[in-house]
């Protein structure tokens, strides 16, 4: 069903260059929006649309482009700009057509109330992740887009640059734009954007051709390069767009851009792109949606959670202790600024939170001589090549990860997960899970999709926490139970 603003869409498209084959129908509707269909049988190997690169809302495209240049602004703080800029202009952007046809903003949960925030995604992977991306944004728009408009009065409307009219600029960077080439780095591509996501279910994959003459000194460019990222926001360092594009190379025209099936797809059936492997908690912070039954999602235990559970059987000493050891050992949690560990979808914890709870359950003496034998070592822990051990003993292994976890559930550590367990799934609140899966059935995904795509975070992630116990409570039965300890409240 082609509505008004997909007929005026075609019509800029049309004018604008753009090609698409006569197989693909644009859907619109209340319930999905907008989405792609097959009219008949498209194979693989089809180019399915063409979309020339001067078409594309860039950095250097815009009509903003020597105030963005002006203001050293590159990356996605440009785009942002670019964003803003065009829509300031109204009818009289040459992007017009495409942008009427964009919302206002995407419900990513950066847009949502700080209230929004606290309440609907309260105990989820995201909460404090978005918290800290909205303080970083608005830190953003007052250091670098305030000042334009001081710099720039007669060119830049007041009421298209404030801070909600940015938050709405980054969320639609976020959750559509694509890399398009070195020359125009990352920007909006209309047609492109069209294609509705699926996990593991890609039929159509965004091509951008080399365009390596477009520019003969790229450094004056305002490319998109690690230092102009690295002014971003902390949303704005994962991954963009189509995550797993190809960046082919032809002799073809390199002005224009290519979608091209990478599978055959029935008549009928919807056309798919994919954003990449992702679990619901990067699905929802950076397109603003989610998928029940998604196979790749995760839960993380903190390692602050770790020291709390500790708290209870430990002297923070000892605590610490144990911690460092463990990284002397090589190990460490999945990120440099805040220590966590996966739980994957299936329930299995990571290794390196088995080898920290075993080195915390270790004998005294056991732990002292497993000590001493690393600082004897010294340097040559510090290679890439990690120690493993089992019940005190080191053993030389090429790769840590690699080494069973069986031999390292005894009944202890199965305990401490179960533990771990209850202490995450408490920082959900009083709501029970059932409560949760209750109130997705009530819930309308057309009406209130910031409920709906929540609930379905929420569900997923203590689904895994679940599934945590049951490993657990498996691998203490095929286990065999390890010898009573006299003291578990150690002070050394």
Same mark, same amino acid.
Request: proline share 3%.
């Given at each position: ?64 482009? =020597? ?32 942008? /009427? ?17 606290? &309440? ?6 995201? /909460? ?11 830190? @953003? ?94 949303? =704005? ?9 190809? %960046?082919?190379?032809?002799?073809? @025209? ?37 998928? /029940? ?52 979808? @299936? ?8 080898? $920290?709870?075993?080195?915390?359950? $270790? ?26 051990? $089992? ?60 409920? %709906? ?12 926490? /679940? ?8 691998? &203490? ?16």
């Amino acid at each position: 069903m082609a509505t008004r603003r997909l007929r005026a869409f075609k019509r800029w498209m049309k004018s604008n260059g753009f090609e698409w084959s006569n197989a693909l129908e644009f859907v619109d509707t209340l319930e999905q929006g907008i989405s792609v269909k097959a009219l008949c049988q498209m194979n693989e190997g089809d180019v399915v649309a063409k979309m020339p690169k001067q078409a594309c809302l860039t950095i250097n495209t815009s009509g903003a482009c =020597d105030i963005i240049e002006n203001a050293c602004l590159g990356g996605y703080l440009g785009l942002a700009v670019a964003i803003m800029y065009e829509r300031s202009l109204g009818e009289d952007s040459p992007w017009a057509g495409y942008l /009427q046809l964009l919302p206002q903003q995407e419900s990513l949960p950066l847009v949502w109330t700080l209230d929004e925030v606290s &309440c609907l995604l309260c105990g989820t992977e995201l /909460q404090q992740t978005v918290q800290e991306d909205k303080a970083l944004v608005y830190e @953003d728009w007052k250091e670098n887009i305030l000042p334009l408009l001081d710099s720039e009065p007669s060119r830049l409307n007041p009421t298209f640059f404030g801070v909600e009219q940015y938050f709405a600029a980054k969320s639609l960077i976020s959750s559509r734009s694509f890399e398009i080439d070195d020359y125009h780095g990352f920007g909006m591509v209309p047609l492109a954007d069209l294609f509705n996501h699926k996990t593991g279910a890609e039929d159509v994959h965004f091509t951008a051709l080399s365009s390596n003459d477009e520019s003969d000194d790229d450094a004056d460019e305002g490319i998109v390069d690690e230092e102009a990222l690295a002014e971003n926001s902390s949303m =704005d360092k994962t991954e963009k767009g189509v995550s797993n594009t190809e %960046y082919s190379v032809t002799e073809d @025209d390199t002005s224009m851009l290519e979608m091209v099936m990478i599978k055959d797809v029935s008549s009928g059936a919807e056309v798919f792109n994919t954003y990449g492997l992702l679990g619901n908690a990067a699905l929802l912070h950076r397109y603003g949606f989610t998928e /029940q039954d998604n196979a790749y999602d995760i839960v993380n235990i903190d390692m602050e959670l770790v020291l709390q559970w500790c708290s209870s059987l430990f002297s923070d000493r000892h605590s610490r202790s144990s911690i460092s050891l463990w990284r002397r050992l090589g190990y460490s949690g999945d990120s440099e600024n805040s220590e966590y560990f996966e739980v994957s979808f @299936d329930g299995e914890p990571q290794i390196e939170l088995i080898i $920290l709870l075993h080195i915390m359950f $270790l004998p005294v003496d056991v732990y002292h001589k497993l000590d001493l034998s690393v600082a004897v070592a010294g340097n040559r822990h510090e290679s890439s090549e990690k120690t493993t051990f $089992l019940n005190g003993n080191i053993f030389p292994h090429s790769n840590g990860t690699n080494m069973s976890k069986k031999p390292l559930m005894t009944k202890e550590i199965c305990t401490a997960l179960l533990s771990l367990a209850d202490i995450r799934e408490s920082l959900y609140g009083l709501k029970s899970m059932e409560d949760d899966i209750e109130a997705l059935e009530r819930c309308s995904f057309v009406g209130d999709r910031k409920l %709906y795509h929540s609930l379905v975070l929420r569900i997923s992630e203590r689904k895994i926490i /679940q599934k945590l116990r049951n490993y657990a409570s498996k691998s &203490c039965k095929i286990t065999k139970p390890s010898s009573a300890r006299k003291k578990l409240k150690r002070t050394a």
